[in-house]
Nanobody, 126 residues
Framework: QVHLVESGGGSVQAGGSLRLSCVVSGYTARWYTMAWFRQTPEKGREGVAAISAGGGATSYANSWKDRFTISRDDTEKMLYLQMNSLKPEDTAMYYC???????????????????WGQGTQVTVSS
């Protein structure tokens, strides 16, 4: 069983930065693929970035690959999303997710993830 708790969201002006954190509990979580998703009323849930077990591989959606960085610290049992040059369209609820394999062919596919956090809201004003 894996339990995920996000934090770090908030309100920021366009051009600013935020770092989202996700506390990951569960002994086997270090062998899991981890990811960040976002959800808006307009677009539903979208995959933002994913990272393999061990951190050797990452995948980013095109909309965020130049501005966001995903990382993990399995010793501290943490997942991070560094968000730079934020834009108003980045406003969304952001979720941490875990999937029970070291990597996937489509790591930004929502369907592979079994475990989800409760979300943290990011609001970017112009």
């Amino acid at each position: 069983q894996v339990h995920l708790v996000e934090s770090g969201g908030g309100s920021v002006q366009a051009g600013g930065s935020l770092r989202l954190s996700c506390v990951v509990s569960g002994y086997t979580a270090r062998w899991y693929t981890m990811a960040w998703f976002r959800q808006t009323p307009e677009k539903g849930r979208e995959g933002v970035a994913a990272i393999s077990a061990g951190g050797g591989a990452t995948s980013y959606a095109n909309s965020w690959k130049d501005r966001f960085t995903i990382s993990r610290d399995d010793t501290e049992k943490m997942l991070y999303l560094q968000m730079n040059s934020l834009k108003p369209e980045d406003t969304a609820m952001y979720y941490c997710a875990a999937a029970p394999s070291t990597w996937y062919e489509k790591p930004l596919s929502e369907s592979v993830y079994n475990y989800w956090g409760q979300g943290t809201q990011v609001t970017v004003s112009s």
